[in-house]
């Protein structure tokens, strides 16, 4: 496994990110001055909000310290690459999901490096749980995200037709990594996915369901009441970026336990945003 998480991982999540980044535009940034509000509250929700949330629901219902600490790893990743995919299959605004999955994944540089050193912190049972520096943290996140987003963007921007030619092919090849990063993952720690599954299982679907909840209707009392809208943010809360987590486990932490949770996370939050496309289809 380790082949995997040193060479296989970083490189397929930065080829994942690049791809993120062919479909971006800096008019999908200066998005947050048309709609200040969707783009703010969408923000805050998936920044503090989840990441608040998942803390709440490990003081109400525990689990072993390593477990935990991969909770709040996935809790504090920005939204997935198929957010914005299965957004419009929602009939959500397809467009402020793209702009808050940029705005979140270059944010998430800082923040992610953040919430993992305070759970470590607070979940000091767990092995390998000494704070990691966060400016390493936050130098080794950005070369596997916001650099490949910068150079799809910049791609997209000197040679739109070749990258419009080329995005199909390396979309799917996207997905594939994803795939193969999860299944391979999972087949490389299937033993501790079993010894763990009946403690951390119903704590990770609870988790995926109080994001989309969370993101769904929280933004209402805010004055953002628009159904679409309400509908991107809560598929960027409930579809985070497992392989983001898987990396940050297994390659920067390094603890096995750790990477059961974004694992876990990425087969629950496919099931339940079919769940939620079906209902806003109906």
């Known amino acids: ?57 490990l003081w109400i219902w525990p689990v072993d310290p390593a477990l935990a600490v991969g ?24 467009a402020l999901s793209i702009s808050l999955t940029a ?21 000091s049972g767990a092995q390998s749980s000494m704070p990691l520096p966060i ?26 037709e070749v990258t419009r030619r080329h995005y199909p092919v390396a979309r799917r090849i996207a997905v594939g990594l994803f795939i193969l990063i999860v299944a391979g993952t999972f087949a490389s720690y299937w033993r501790h996915f079993a010894e763990h599954f009946a403690d951390i299982g119903p704590v990770v679907l609870v988790l995926n369901v109080t994001a989309i909840c969370v993101g769904y209707f929280l933004p209402r009392p805010f004055g953002v009441r628009d159904t679409a809208v309400r509908t991107a943010i809560s598929m960027e809360c409930g579809m985070q970026n497992a392989a983001v987590g898987i990396f940050v486990a297994a390659t920067l932490i390094g603890h096995t ?13 496919n099931v339940t945003a079919a769940i939620l496309i079906g209902l806003r289809l109906r």
Not at 135 to 157: D, E, K, N, W
Not at 257 to 269: E, G, K, Q
Request: hydrophobic residues 60%; proline residues 6%; charged residues 5%.
């Open 1 to 57: 496994m380790n082949i995997i998480t040193q060479a296989f991982l970083p490189v397929s999540l930065a080829f994942i990110m690049l791809t993120m980044g062919l479909t971006l535009v800096p008019g999908d940034f200066r998005r947050v001055l048309a709609y200040p509000k969707a783009v703010a509250v969408g923000i805050f929700t998936q920044v503090v909000v989840i990441p608040a949330s998942a803390f709440t629901l």
């Open 71 to 94: 909770i709040m790893i996935i809790a504090a990743c920005p939204g997935g690459v198929t957010s914005n995919l299965l957004t419009h299959l929602a009939r959500g605004d397809t």
């Open 103 to 123: 705005l979140v994944s270059l944010g998430s540089v800082i923040t992610m490096p953040v919430v993992v050193n305070i759970a470590l912190r607070m979940y």
């Open 135 to 160: 400016g390493g943290m936050i130098v080794a996140i950005a070369l596997v995200t916001t650099v490949p987003v910068m150079i799809g963007m910049t791609l997209r921007g000197f040679a739109p």
């Open 257 to 269: 336990d750790m990477v059961i949770p974004s694992t876990l996370y990425a087969f629950v939050m």
